[in-house]
């Protein structure tokens, strides 16, 4: 391929030699020129295909780092939904395909439908990673359940089992939810920015209050978003938490984003 890319850069500075030697042999003003343009061809074609080589070689090695860290997450994805398959004998093929349903039915908070939390930290990396790969937007929302709060906790599992069901059937299939201690959910929206991830929310919020229950049930978010709130997963997930606790500050019922960093 790097032969290709040099063949134009070549060829018109033979191409130059050759008019520059025709023009002094022939005394001809013009193909001096000619020549003359010929080599600013060449060297533009040369500079234009080492940078695009060394374009190619960043990219590839960008690739390789991102594959890495890629596959760091998703060993440490498996590692999790392992921990508890420890057997001590070798189990036969229907014990191991019932061991795998086990497994994935633990990767699920049983009350909400979501992924447990601690699946939270790698999920928002891993998304955080394929964002800054592809130069795209990435938004977290936390939403809290607001009449979970003090000594309520009555009926708190039920409540919960509403919210993850709202929360799925808003989120894309490319997003990813998980539940967050008793009474939160974090939601990483792919390929979302500030406006998407308030419209999603604030769909939740909606659904919510035109259910049947939803005087009683009703949520606080905080949204922050990549690149224009935080850089890293870590502080993507702090100002998001950060929004929460404006939108907590605020009463119930409400959806504050974070400041732009």
Partial sequence: MSDRRLLLPVAAAGAALALGVASVVLSVASLGMLAGITGVIAGASGVEAVGRARRSEEKLAASVRDTARLQRELDTVAAVLAEESNADAVPSSDAAATS?????????????????????????QQQVAA???SLRPLSVVIFEVDSLEGPKRAGSEQELAVVGDVVRRTLRESDSACRLGAAMVGAILEDTPEAGAVWAAERVRGTLLGSPIGDALTVSAGVACYPTHALGAAELVAQAGRALEEARSR???????????
């Fill in 251 to 261: 009463g119930r019922d409400c959806v504050e984003v974070a400041p732009d960093a």
């Fill in 100 to 124: 795998t349903k086990e497994r994935t039915n633990h990767a699920f908070d049983a009350a909400t439908g979501l992924y447990e939390e601690r699946f939270f930290a790698v999920l928002v």
């Fill in 131 to 133: 964002a800054r790969r």
